[in-house]
């Protein structure tokens, strides 16, 4: 199965500030997608990222706060943009390899905001 | 919209002991995946159920999926402190996982 680097792997960002992860798949995987875990809880599906185009974004989130890029089919970046001390959660990527493996994680991002 | 429901969302055990934990879903889905999370770790790809009555096992941990019921369980067989993590089902519905509430785990000695 891919397997999927993801980086940085922890940040204490200044609220008002914002942060870019990348994450790298070392083959082609067919889609791509952003989560958020907040403490304690189970992950929700920020968007999904589209090579070459605009992510399609879920419910309650926004482009404007999380624009995602996927520039090419192993590649993609979230930047979480003027960041509170609420987005203070792990961020994690993940991509679809199809078949048996179905999804792959990266190692998640664990973002406090002070 | 799917809602996937996980029962329980805590577990305490005793080590040697057995136990079931519970993953219903609310529309049809033929894929559905276990995953284990240690604390500050990413996911751990358990179990992927393919298709109406698959069961797969894993040393102490064994998976199964009824697609007409909408259930999945991953059992658990005389439990060791090693297991305890928490635990989560998600549902394929259309190339997006939708997550289950989580499991945690705790097995005492």
């Known amino acids: 199965s891919a397997v999927i680097s993801q980086k940085p792997s922890r940040d204490i960002c200044q609220r008002g500030t914002s942060l870019t992860i990348q994450c790298q798949v070392d083959s082609q995987v067919t889609m791509m997608f952003w989560y958020r875990q907040q403490p304690g809880q189970s992950l929700t599906l920020i968007a999904t990222a589209n090579q070459g185009s605009e992510a399609t974004y879920e419910s309650g989130f926004v482009i404007d706060k999380f624009p995602i890029s996927r520039p090419n089919l192993t590649f993609s970046t979230l930047t979480v943009s003027n960041m509170s001390p609420e987005d203070s959660s792990i961020y994690l990527c993940?991509?679809?390899?199809?078949?048996?493996?179905?999804?792959?994680f990266g190692s998640g991002t664990r973002l406090t905001v002070v | 919209e799917l809602k996937v429901e996980q029962n329980p969302l805590f577990l305490s055990m005793q080590e040697g002991k057995n136990y079931t934990i519970y993953c219903n879903y609310s529309?049809?889905?033929?894929?559905l995946y276990w995953y284990r999370q240690d604390p500050g770790k990413s996911l751990e790809s358990l179990f992927v159920l393919l298709s109406n009555g698959a069961v797969k096992q894993e040393g102490r941990l064994m998976a199964s999926l009824d697609t007409k019921a909408r259930l999945s369980t991953l059992h658990i067989t005389a439990a060791v402190h090693d297991l305890s993590a928490t635990y989560f089902c998600a549902v394929d519905a259309g190339n997006m996982l939708t997550f289950g509430g989580g499991t945690r785990l705790m097995v005492k000695p």
């Open positions: 993940s991509g679809l390899t199809g078949g048996e493996y179905g999804y792959t």
């Open positions: 529309t049809t889905s033929d894929r």
